[in-house]
T-cell receptor, first 115, second 116 residues
Framework: EPEVTQTPSHQVTQMGQEVILRCVPI?????FYWYRQILGQKVEFLVS????????KSEIFDDQFSVERPDGSNFTLKIRSTKLEDSAMYFC?????????????FGPGTRLLVL | AQKITQTQPGMFVQEKEAVTLDCTYD???????LFWYKQPSSGEMIFLIY??????QNATEGRYSLNFQKARKSANLVISASQLGDSAMYFC?????????????FGTGTRLTVIP
């Protein structure tokens, strides 16, 4: 069964450093998303991406965040200058070609710890 | 604007019994989807079940069913014949079908513990 994959599973970084989180969405999906979950809290939407551009973003997704689809398979989230409060689980998700209302399938997440 | 309320921070159920996890929502979208996801201790988010706001019948997926009451804006998850592996966090979420609202909005979750 096709699945979303994410690398790395864990990332530890120093405050102020740049991190890139990588995702490979399900191959025939067209809509891609990043969510985050601070420890013990609910999952929060960051950004959605379709047709090589951002379609929606939340207030959390400020100028330190960027997303890219560098090739036909990868979808990345870059945090330029990490802060302590960026420590969270970051989930990538994708949904199919019928429209953004389709079910979103999540990857296993990248646990980011900023020291 | 969307709001999801899961009033049960924790629930216990005996193995092989059924359990209902509550979810109420508030949305201004005329059409929307309701989703339940399971998050085991390992952290991944696993899709369980989906209900469209215009679906006439309650959704079912194996041991999972969704008790959808549109007028009451509730979308409770029913797990039948609970298994030890069902112990996890369960999140209810809505998805708007309007432009600018196509992201999942999650509740705070319910931690389910299945007792042997």
């Amino acid at each position: 069964e096709p699945e979303v994959t994410q690398t790395p599973s864990h990332q530890v970084t120093q405050m102020g450093q740049e991190v890139i989180l990588r995702c490979v969405p399900i191959s025939n999906h067209l809509y891609f998303y990043w969510y985050r979950q601070i420890l013990g809290q609910k999952v929060e939407f960051l950004v959605s991406f379709y047709n090589n551009e951002i379609s929606e973003k939340s207030e959390i997704f400020d100028d330190q965040f960027s997303v890219e689809r560098p090739d036909g398979s990868n979808f990345t989230l870059k945090i330029r200058s990490t802060k302590l409060e960026d420590s969270a689980m970051y989930f990538c998700a994708s949904s199919g070609s019928s429209g953004p209302q389709e079910t979103q399938y999540f990857g296993p997440g990248t646990r980011l710890l900023v020291l | 604007a969307q709001k999801i309320t899961q009033t049960q921070p924790g629930m216990f159920v005996q193995e092989k019994e059924a359990v209902t996890l509550d979810c109420t929502y508030d949305t201004s979208d005329p059409s929307y989807g309701l989703f339940w996801y399971k998050q085991p201790s390992s952290g991944e988010m696993i899709f369980l079940i989906y209900q469209g706001s215009y679906d006439q019948q309650n959704a079912t997926e194996g041991r999972y069913s969704l008790n959808f009451q549109k007028a009451r804006k509730s979308a409770n998850l029913v797990i039948s014949a609970s298994q030890l592996g069902d112990s996890a966090m369960y999140f209810c979420a809505t998805l708007g079908y309007q432009p600018g609202a196509n992201n999942l909005f999650f509740g705070t979750g319910t931690r389910l513990t299945v007792i042997p």
